[in-house]
C-alpha cells in the first residue's frame, strides 16, 4: 500500500495493530457508557484480539508529519465518524483516500472510528490474549 501512496506523497502511519484481550477489557471498564461504542464489547471481543484491525493514518513525506484528519486519533466525538461532513475539505479529502486505499486492500473502515479498519477475512481469526511480553 506504501507503494501506491508514495507517488501521491504520503505513506502508512500505523499506531495499533494486534491487542491482547485483557487490554479490551480494561477499555471497556474504564470507558463511561454513553462512549462506549468507541470500544470492543469484551463478551464478543475486538478484532484487534484477532489480529485483524488496524488504526492508521496517513504520513506526508515532504512535510515529515502526520497529516491533518477531520478528528483526531481515538477522539469519541463524532468528528471520527468516516462519514463527519465536517473540518477542512482537504482533511476530508485525505480521510477518503485512506479509506479508498485500505478498501481495496482487504479492509473494512469501521462506522465511528475513520482510522479503524478491519481486514475482511477476521472471521477466520480466533481471539488472542497473549501478552505483549509473551510474543517473539
Ligand atoms: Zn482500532
Given at each position: 500500500m506504501n507503494k501506491e501512496l508514495r507517488p501521491l506523497g504520503y505513506r502508512l502511519l500505523i499506531f495499533d495493530g494486534y491487542r491482547p484481550w485483557s487490554v479490551t477489557k480494561l477499555f471497556w471498564d474504564i470507558t463511561p457508557a454513553d462512549k462506549k461504542k468507541f470500544v470492543a464489547d469484551p463478551k464478543e471481543g475486538s478484532k484487534h484480539n484477532r489480529g485483524c484491525a488496524i488504526d492508521l493514518s496517513l504520513f506526508e513525506i515532504s512535510k515529515d508529519r502526520e497529516v491533518a484528519m477531520p478528528g483526531e486519533y481515538d477522539?469519541?466525538?463524532?468528528?471520527?465518524?468516516?462519514?463527519?461532513?465536517?473540518?477542512?475539505e482537504k482533511q476530508r479529502k485525505l480521510r477518503d483516500l485512506l479509506k479508498e486505499k485500505m478498501e481495496d486492500n482487504g479492509f473494512k473502515v469501521y462506522k465511528f472510528e475513520w482510522w479503524h479498519f478491519d481486514?475482511?477475512?477476521?472471521?477466520s481469526y480466533r481471539i488472542g490474549n497473549i501478552s505483549f511480553k509473551k510474543i517473539k
Open positions: 477522539e469519541m466525538t463524532e468528528r471520527s465518524y468516516p462519514d463527519y461532513k465536517g473540518g477542512t481486514f475482511n477475512d477476521w472471521k
